[in-house]
């Protein structure tokens, strides 16, 4: 899969070089079609990449809550959104900042589809276009250094 990556607050200055190297690795390495059920193929095989790389299971955020992100490999915490609608982006932003100002991260990184992909996956999906679009516009509340990646 091509790869294409977002800066957010510094966050290609915060994650470390060698994480986002592994990153772009394991996504450039799935040689999945995208198509409508495709979704859960492309989260499978991103999240067998990255445990490979040592990135943890899915992690909550707190020991009192079920609410959970996809990965944390050190200080970066990491969600992933391969089909899910427009409404995930918001909840994943809220954990990942939730994450940093408790000071159980330093930075972020979000793997989601392009527009063209998302399109393909099905409707209303994340994209980054939008996402990128809507982070800039909310940098004073989400102000977490972060990377998003975005594959197609």
């Known amino acids: 899969m091509k790869c294409f990556a977002d800066d ?3 966050g290609f200055a915060t994650v470390s070089n ?3 190297e592994d990153i772009r690795n394991v ?3 799935v040689e999945i079609k995208p198509t409508r059920s495709a979704s859960a193929d492309f989260r499978d095989a991103f999240s067998r990449g990255l445990h490979a790389k040592g990135w ?3 992690t909550t955020i707190s020991k009192d809550s079920r609410i959970s992100i996809s990965s944390i490999k050190g200080t970066t915490g990491l969600c992933m959104q391969t089909g899910g609608n427009m409404a995930r982006m918001y909840a994943d932003w809220l954990k990942l900042q939730h994450l940093y100002v408790t000071g159980k991260i330093a930075c972020g990184v ?3 589809p392009s527009k063209p992909t ?3 996956l099905g409707d209303n999906i ?3 276009s939008r996402l990128v679009q809507e982070l800039t516009l909310f940098s004073k509340v989400i102000h977490i ?3 998003i990646y975005s594959f197609e």
């Open 27 to 29: 996504i450039e390495a």
């Open 8 to 10: 957010h607050c510094g």
């Open 56 to 58: 943890s299971a899915t």
């Open 145 to 147: 250094p972060m990377i």
């Open 110 to 112: 979000m793997i989601v």
């Open 118 to 120: 998302a399109k393909l």
């Open 18 to 20: 060698a994480l986002q």
């Open 126 to 128: 994340v994209n980054a």
